[in-house]
């Protein structure tokens, strides 16, 4: 009886450790999947500028091109999404140049961020992942 006993209890264990590693591949793939994602949205966005302020010696973006590009890819980003079906995403987009200024270093950036409400994500019931959060961060060269 006690070697059923002590089988059983390494049978949880195991079964434990399994869960949490396929749980844990599945949170990773989501996380550098929103990091390629925005990543892809900040680089998209910065190359929309206003071509004659910079003709001007001026550096602006143009901020409706790059948000409909950004929402265009997230669009056809949740096509292919490792995320659950019922995820819910959000991104914030905050642009730096010479109209709306800087924060810090005067280098014209594009800084997206991404948040996905998934739900619970691990099965296991002491760990509780209900959101991934990614942001990436494009700056010119001066």
């Not at 949170?27 to 206003?50: H, M, N, P, S």
């Not at 642009?95 to 594009?110: A, M």
Request: hydrophobic share 40%; net charge negative; with cysteine.
């Amino acid at each position: 009886m006690k070697v059923f006993i002590v089988f059983i209890g390494l049978f949880i264990i195991n079964m434990s450790f399994l869960s949490y590693q396929g749980d844990l591949g599945r949170y990773v793939r989501c996380q550098t999947f929103l990091k390629a994602i925005a990543e892809e949205c900040a680089a998209g966005a910065a190359l929309y500028y206003d071509e004659a302020a910079y003709s001007d010696g001026q550096f602006w973006f143009n901020y409706d091109e790059g948000r409909e590009y950004i929402g265009h890819l997230m669009e056809e980003s949740k096509r292919g999404m490792p995320l659950p079906k019922n995820s819910i995403i959000t991104y914030e987009v905050n642009f730096q140049d010479d109209y709306i200024g800087y924060e810090g270093e005067e280098i014209p950036s594009v800084t997206v961020d991404i948040t996905a409400v998934t739900g619970d994500m691990f099965h296991l019931p002491f760990l509780e992942v209900r959101e991934i959060k990614r942001a990436a961060k494009y700056e010119l060269p001066q």
